[in-house]
């Protein structure tokens, strides 16, 4: 069986590595089960949607919606690549989850639209269930409500056409979304622990996110959130792929 793929997005290598192993750890699989591709050091393959059966993309400081003018190369070959990857995974060739920076890109890449009036503070936040998630094969069985955490500066303001909103709340009101049966968008970080998030916010502390000063009041709201329900949609989503 063709393993599935963690596909970095993080210039910070410590904090991409430790991504990978939350995305491993939260979807239960060993490293030849779940391979990683560091985006930022190497194009997507040509051949990514034959050797890969799904693909699960993380966070990333980069912003689709920064200035075309203040983008490195990199971040435009990156954004290029996850933009090629969802147009295949709405069409049904690759499953695929696109979580944080993801959703942006890959909302962008589908006609939707990504807009910087929809930040949400770095920490827990609740999410709900929409009625159309009760018969999602990843979502359906996902308590009505629960915790998720989130960090970050833009969010979507449109789904793409022909999306099914799955979840939301009234900071972010797209939390996740559906296009067709194999592509899955999530705004909040569906892998982290609460103590490799605080460990995460340790790395990005000085970008914007929170008040560097802040970070010990924050940290300790997050490792007393209840994160019981966001892995139930990584393991679903190996098992269904």
């Known amino acids: ?16 590595a430790a ?20 985006l930022v050091t190497a194009p997507l393959p040509a051949d990514a949607v034959e050797r890969w059966r799904g693909v699960v993309v993380g966070g990333s400081p980069f912003n689709v919606t ?7 190369d990199v971040q435009r070959r990156l954004e290029a690549d996850l933009a090629r990857l969802a147009r ?12 944080c920076f993801g959703i942006g890109v890959a909302t962008r890449a589908l006609g939707g639209d990504v807009t910087r009036a929809y930040p949400e503070d ?14 999602d094969p990843l ?17 979507t303001g449109r ?3 022909g999306a099914v909103l799955l979840a939301t709340n009234e900071a972010c009101p797209v939390q996740a979304y559906r296009v067709g049966d194999r592509l899955y968008a999530t705004q909040f970080h569906p892998e982290p622990t609460g103590r490799a998030f605080t460990e995460r916010m340790a790395v ?21 959130a209840s994160l019981t329900e966001p892995v139930r949609i990584l393991r679903a989503f190996a098992e269904t792929f």
């Open 159 to 161: 789904v793409p056409e």
């Open 88 to 99: 295949e995974a709405a069409a049904g060739s690759v499953a695929a989850l696109f979580t």
């Open 66 to 72: 920064d200035p075309e003018s203040t983008k490195t």
């Open 204 to 224: 990005y502390r000085d970008d914007g996110y929170f008040a560097a000063s802040d970070y010990d009041a924050i940290a300790a709201r997050v490792l007393a």
């Open 122 to 135: 770095t920490g827990p936040t609740t999410v709900s269930l929409t009625a159309d998630a009760a018969a």
């Open 1 to 16: 069986m063709r393993p599935l793929v963690y596909l970095c997005v993080r210039p910070q290598q410590g904090a991409a």
């Open 139 to 155: 979502f359906g069985g996902l308590a009505d409500t629960f915790a998720a955490l989130t960090a970050h500066k833009e969010g």
């Open 19 to 38: 991504e990978y192993e939350s995305f491993r750890s939260a979807m239960r699989l060993d490293e030849q089960s779940l391979e990683r591709w560091d």
